[in-house]
């Protein structure tokens, strides 16, 4: 049918072969909307199957499937989709050889029905490869060893099972699309997946400076079941843990319910907040015994329609203006933008002071607000008597039991009413990243680490969160209540209160 050795591929005659071969192959892509719930009732992702992921422009693109959702012939069609290139070369990169099998073969009968091969090597166990009549080359390779990813640079790659190969076989790929600005597609399960790759879907739901996209197939967006109230499926929710089933069949990264802000989002929280020197900027500083977490924090007091304009610029999802009232639209709000930080774990203040210095937004630093640990002595200097000694700056303190905290952040996490958008934003560089212990390496990991403890039969209720992986969180809440005040009133031991101002104030 295509017997051509060379081709003149302009976007029109792509698109038309793509379809060819896909309706030759029998493959229809999945088209439709499937929202998709985390346990808590709440709206996690809104998958709209294959066709939508097809459609992404993105070059960086991860695609989460549940079982029997059709990721393995999206990620093949996907690879058809770029083979119109002359003398052009595809990899297909799975944890090893034979985990890529499965879409090299969708490949090969794609292409075979329209008799588009001119090549083919099929050898077991061993790096696979075919070659179409106008010479480019679809090959299979292993990242058991990622020394072994390199040769000529590709024009499309495929990561399959990602979740189940090391981040550094993730970054080889994108080194291996520099040359010729390929994409890099990847597919695979959170069904013991390694850390990372959960953490890299969650971060590119949102805007990302990668520019990456994730996405979700769920199980009953496959065009066989019809629908998440599909029998079959529901047969097999049942008697299923319950992150045994976001991660098989929603396609999504298993969040516990004790989650203390599971509010959070990255779509709806991350955003273009970058330091702005117009606005003032305050540091929240929790010098923990093995974590010091330094945030930066801004602040800019609009009216609705102001921020509703400037959420547009940076690229927010904002309601219409005609939906709101006038009056609505004059009335004032406050957002916070949390717009970078400084974390480290264990190290002392002496050591931190000059990472802070070294910050673009350092020489506009006013003052700043610190656990009250920050302001005790106990042999040598306080944490607030080192930072006015080395930098010049004052803090403010106030005690904020640990249970008072959480409501501070949270009624800034949820949308306004009025204005529907958050009243807290962070910016979208910040890394959510984990240490190999699975320690939080910042604020945005600590928000899907920091949780409530789990109640057991013949257990008192608590609403006291557990004391870890919180010191970022913590250090906002301390800024939040100094600046706001308290949300939820609760009487304090006689003489716990104290409000405490300290050191030089720039």
């Known amino acids: 049918m295509f017997n051509q050795v060379q081709h003149n591929f302009d976007a029109v005659e792509v698109m038309r072969l793509t379809r060819l071969v896909w309706a030759k192959a029998g493959y229809r892509p999945s088209n ?34 549940g079982v029997r959702a059709g990721k393995s012939g999206w990620g093949a069609m996907h690879a058809i989709k770029h083979c119109f290139v002359n003398d052009g070369l595809i990899w297909i990169v799975g944890p090893d050889y034979e985990q890529a099998d499965n879409e090299f ?134 008697g299923t843990p319950d992150e045994l089933f976001m991660e098989r069949c929603a396609a999504i990264p298993y969040k516990p319910q004790g989650l203390v802000h599971k509010a959070f989002s990255t779509k709806v929280h991350l955003a273009r907040v970058p330091f702005d020197p117009k606005l003032p900027v305050e540091i929240a500083v929790d010098p923990a015994t093995h974590t010091y977490a330094v945030e930066a924090v801004q602040w800019e007091k609009l009216t609705i329609s102001e921020h509703i304009t400037k959420a547009l610029a940076r690229g927010e999802t904002v309601p219409e203006l ?61 944490q607030v008597e080192i930072w006015r000694d080395m930098t010049g700056v004052g803090f403010r303190w106030n005690y904020v039991l640990l249970e008072d905290q959480p409501p501070l952040l949270n009624l800034r996490l949820r949308m306004d009413p009025d204005m529907h958008l958050p009243l807290i934003l962070f910016n979208w560089t910040m890394r959510n990243e ?11 990991a600590e928000m899907g680490l920091y949780q409530y403890p789990r109640w057991r039969q013949g257990q008192p209720t608590t609403d006291k969160p557990i004391n870890a992986n919180n010191d970022a969180i913590k250090a906002i809440c301390y800024w939040l209540y100094d600046k706001f005040g308290a949300v939820v009133e609760r009487r304090k031991p006689s003489g716990a209160m104290k409000i405490r101002r300290y050191g030089l104030m720039r």
């Open 105 to 238: 073969d969708y490949v090969v009968k794609a292409l075979a029905a329209c008799d588009m091969i001119g090549d083919l090597s099929d050898p077991k166990g061993k790096s696979k490869s075919v070659t179409t009549s106008w010479g480019c080359q679809i090959v299979t390779k292993s990242s058991k060893d990622v020394r072994t990813i390199a040769g000529k640079a590709p024009h499309f790659l495929l990561g399959v099972e990602m979740g189940q190969q090391e981040e550094a076989a993730f970054h080889k790929l994108r080194e291996r699309a520099i040359e010729h600005g390929a994409t890099v597609a990847m597919t695979g399960t959170f069904e013991g997946a390694l850390g990372w790759y959960p953490m890299l879907w969650e971060r590119w739901q949102g805007p990302n400076e990668e520019g990456g996209r994730s996405f979700s197939l769920p199980t009953w967006s496959n065009p066989i079941f019809s629908g998440y109230d599909d029998p079959r499926v529901q047969e097999f929710k049942v």
């Open 322 to 382: 005609d939906s709101i009232p006038k009056a609505k639209l004059r009335e004032e709000r406050t957002r916070i933008y949390v717009v970078d930080e400084v974390y480290e774990h264990d190290i002392i203040g002496q050591d931190i002071i000059p990472k802070v210095q070294a910050k673009p937004w350092y020489p506009y630093l006013s003052s700043g607000v610190i656990d009250q640990a920050g302001s005790t002595r106990n042999a040598n200097k306080s």
């Open 32 to 65: 439709g909307c499937w929202p998709v719930m985390g346990l808590d009732g709440e709206l996690v992702i809104e998958s709209h199957g294959q066709q939508e992921i097809h459609d992404c422009d993105s070059r960086l693109i991860l695609v989460s499937g």
């Open 434 to 444: 984990r240490t190999f212990a699975g320690k939080a390496e910042g604020v945005l």
